[in-house]
């Protein structure tokens, strides 16, 4: 039961100017499941290893339950890492590399092998202990790597890309299987992914870091709906931006004026609302008049490029309501007021 | 053609010259030394050699320090480049210089580093003057003698100086391409510093350090020029004494010096199948 904080972390490489990662701070709560999201070269491996003692920052501490613990070393820390490339030791056997944490700790064998049989249930590899890893496929050695975090129970648990090199139908079994125990285990879990869709799937909450920087930290239904700037909303699927002015109530743009939800900033800003919140047809409010310049079928859905004015709007649709419309032709669109969004 | 064939013929050039030159050597060896030779005569093979070069007391001596001088090289040659490649891994400044300047005695040859050896640590060397100069030796001549010294100092030092790099260089390569992860991973699950090298740096090096160790062994239990420079006169290393047998004024002695050196070879072969199974025995489990 671990709270852990981050505050202003940051680390620059030797010979590097420039930081990978650039005063991060972050509360991640005991016992929940928060999510390190960003591109690759954001930063992510760099705090996960910080958080773990394997690499000291710059500047900037690390507490757990608001104790330091940047002098710790790495093996006293309760903290166990997951890299992304699993890197199960290839000379010892499955069991072996499972046991290795607790064997570490002297721990005797016959405990040892127990606790290494009850793990190995637990990650659904009965009968596996005896083979080498070498012989496991990407799931199996993934399972095993988790097995081997989780065996001497720590305190934090560290997952650097647990996912992204499985296939889809394993992904999202073992998705599952993290999710559920960790919630078992109450173990404070930072897990660190480029899929915004697996960040929202599996954690409590979501911290977006992009080019070493915190952009926003929250629940995950609040970058779509509420994003903290162009590039947050963009990093999740956001496609429309458009400029203008707004009174807190109705934004002037080139799409005209729009009646906006309650509490919108005023101000210069940038409007922007989700492809899949475009509503076909006419609207109460905001209904436009778009042209249809693009249609791609995407099987579940339809993906439209609309024009209004000179203005261009992503929009997704389902299939069925706009198989009418040609190519070249009118669409009748609205933007409900509740779905927008200003940004300053 | 199949790839086995293909293999074999692309092979087949290395292999001939290796068969010719190392199979027939040895087997003219060994015919000389069961005293099989019949251009001069001699039809009728004995062990005649073996059995002197067995029952002479010398023989026991010089394996003994033949023995000791390839193990304590191996050991301390390993234990040495283990450090250096741990110490040269690391990122610091002047970091290329020194890796340069530890590979620069690689290009030395063996019988250079012998003779600087003599002219610094024999008796009548520099060291010996200067350590009698600042006054603490009476005389050059109480220098202690690491150079035809019964324990081979002389000669273990110049293996050591010469051996240090090159599998200094294998490991640095090895641990270059394995990176830090393995051992951060340890870390992570509870190893200590210590637990990280033995458990998991040590066993994955294992496989680039034991081909590098086997080599020295061999290399040291088998070479000639270097006991020949700086080593005891008795008993002599056992590669000296089967060179002194060769050209001794008495050709009886020939047989003896093959019988040796067919011994020499079974050795080191014996020897280094003991230690290959015995180290992974002990590194890997
Ligand atoms: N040892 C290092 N020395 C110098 N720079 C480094 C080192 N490790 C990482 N970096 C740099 O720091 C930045 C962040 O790296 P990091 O590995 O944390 O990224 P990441 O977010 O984990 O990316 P990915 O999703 O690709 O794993 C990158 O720009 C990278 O080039
Ligand atoms: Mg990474």
Not at chain 1, 82 to 88: G, P
Request: with cysteine; proline share 6%.
């Amino acid at each position: 039961m671990t709270h852990v904080s981050l505050k202003d972390l940051t680390k620059v490489y030797p010979g590097s100017k420039v930081p990978s990662l650039d005063r991060l701070s972050l509360e991640i709560p005991t016992g929940e499941l928060t999510a390190l999201l960003g591109p690759s070269g954001c930063g992510k491996t760099t705090t996960m290893k910080m958080i773990a003692g394997l690499l000291t920052p710059t500047s900037g501490d690390v507490t757990f339950d608001d104790r330091s613990i940047l002098r710790e070393k790495p093996e006293h820390r309760g903290v166990v890492m997951v890299f992304q490339n699993y890197l199960l030791f290839p000379y010892m056997s499955v069991a072996d590399n499972i046991g290795f944490g607790l064997k570490m700790r002297k721990v005797d064998k016959a405990e040892i092998d127990r606790r290494v049989g009850e793990i190995l249930d637990l990650v659904k590899l009965p009968d596996l202990g005896k083979r080498r890893p070498s012989e496991l496929s990407g799931g199996q050695q993934q399972r095993v790597a988790l097995a081997r975090a989780l065996i001497v129970q720590p305190k934090v648990l560290l997952l650097d890309e647990p996912l992204s090199n499985l296939d889809a139908h394993l992904r999202f079994e073992m998705r599952d299987l993290i999710r559920s125990l960790q919630q078992e285990m109450g173990i404070t879990t930072i897990f660190v992914t480029h899929d915004q869709e697996e960040a929202v799937v599996l954690a409590d909450k979501v911290a977006l870091i992009l080019e070493g920087r915190l952009c926003q930290y929250d629940q995950a239904d609040v970058f779509y709906k509420r994003p903290a700037n162009e590039a947050v909303a963009r990093f999740f699927g956001g496609q429309n931006f458009i400029a203008g002015q707004s009174t807190g109530a109705a934004f002037d743009s080139p799409l005209g004026q729009l009646t906006l939800p309650q509490g919108a900033i005023a101000g210069k800003g940038t409007l922007t609302f989700r492809p899949e919140n475009v509503k076909i047809g006419e609207g109460q409010s905001n209904s436009l008049n778009a042209t249809l310049e693009d249609r791609i079928y995407l099987g579940t859905q339809t993906r439209l490029r609309l024009r209004v004015g000179d203005t261009m709007i992503e929009a997704i649709a389902n299939p069925d309501e706009v198989g009418g419309f040609d190519v070249g032709g009118p669409v009748p669109i609205h933007l409900p007021p509740q779905t927008l969004w200003v940004l300053q | 053609m199949s790839d086995r064939l293909k293999i074999f013929l692309l092979l087949a050039p290395a292999l001939t010259a290796i068969i010719v030159l190392f199979m027939g050597g040895l087997g003219i060896g060994l015919a000389r030394s069961l005293n099989y030779m019949p251009v001069i005569g001699l039809v009728d093979p004995n062990f005649d050699a073996y059995w002197t070069v067995f029952t002479s007391q010398e023989f026991y001596l010089s394996f003994l320090l033949t023995f000791h001088i390839s193990f304590t090289s191996t050991v301390l040659s390993s234990v040495l480049a283990i450090g250096a490649a741990l110490l040269l891994r690391r990122q610091f400044i002047g970091r290329a210089i020194i890796n340069f300047l530890f590979q620069l005695n690689l290009t030395v040859p063996h019988l250079v580093g012998a003779i600087g050896i003599l002219y610094l640590f024999s008796q009548s060397g520099s060291f010996a003057r200067l350590a009698a100069e600042w006054g603490m030796i009476s005389r050059p001549g109480d220098f202690p003698a690491l150079v035809f010294d019964p324990y081979a100092i002389g000669i273990i030092l110049q293996y050591v100086w010469k051996e240090v790099p090159f599998i200094g260089v294998i490991l640095l390569a090895n641990m270059q391409a394995l990176g830090e992860d393995y051992e951060s991973v340890a870390r992570s699950l509870g190893a200590n510093r210590w637990q990280a090298f033995r458990h998991v740096l040590l066993p994955l090096i294992f496989p680039g350090l034991l081909s590098a160790s086997v080599m020295v062994f061999a290399f040291t239990f088998g070479a000639y020029e270097i006991p020949a420079i700086l080593g005891p006169n008795y008993p002599a290393a056992l590669p000296v004494l089967a060179y002194r047998k060769y050209t001794d004024v008495d050709l009886e002695a020939r047989p003896e010096a093959m019988a040796m050196a067919i011994i020499i070879a079974l050795l080191s072969a014996l020897m280094i199948f003991f230690y290959v199974r015995i180290s992974r025995r002990n590194i890997r489990s």
